[in-house]
């Protein structure tokens, strides 16, 4: 957004009335990027004008914006990293996804922004040590915070049938927030990635275990129970 673009009018702050998710983890590489990317493009394939706000100067959600085809329904893409949380007129949500090892006043900061906030966690005893202190210090900040935004977890990169992944069920399960769904390992991911698309926007019978196990998220997420109240 350039100066011009804040001029026109086109352009308002971020308020409290806003749907925004947001994706975090202290942990590199859990899936903040894809989940954040599949629920943009989910929202967007339903008509909603989503705005993907990129808090993580690596760029990867601006990156896999795009490469997204001009096809497809539109994003608007936005550099939170540098850029004022300025959205366009008429956005229905703000799908925000951060950067990794984000602690203490940043984490804080952060915290204030969204109404509702999902964890993804990988299934390995370093991820999930690193859930533990990550959700430790998240709950302490929040439980101090005006705007108490609602928080979820989700398993990423699961394989069924492993043990790796009962102990991230039984993990996660225990915690005491909602622990949404598990996603499954799947190629499908990664070719969304590199095309710009979610998996929502692929049409091939390949993803149907993938978006059977997107919906209670998604469900959740339609739900009173996702939302902080407005103050
Ligand atoms: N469920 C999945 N199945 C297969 N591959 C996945 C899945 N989730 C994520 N990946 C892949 O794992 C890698 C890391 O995922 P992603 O970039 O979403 O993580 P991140 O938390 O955003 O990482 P960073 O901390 O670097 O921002 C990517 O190559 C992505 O395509
Ligand atoms: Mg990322």
New binding site residues.
Partial sequence: MNLIELMSGEYKPLTHKTRTIMVM?SK???????LATNLASYYASRKRPVVLADF?P?S?SLAWLAARPGENAPIRGLAAWRDMLWVPQGTDIVVM?V??GVRNRLLARLLRRAQTIIIPVLPSALDMRAATDFIGELLGIHAQARLAPKIAVVA??VRENTRAFDTLEEFLGGLDLPFLTS?????N??TA?ERGVGIFEMGSASVATDLEQWDPLLKWLRSKRSKAMPI
């Avoid at 590199?28 to 894809?34: A, D, I, L, N, V």
């Fill in positions: 983890n590199g590489g859990s899936g903040k990027t894809t993580d690596q990867s996804d950067a990794a990423n990169r996603l499954r390992d799947s190629q991911y990664v990635a």
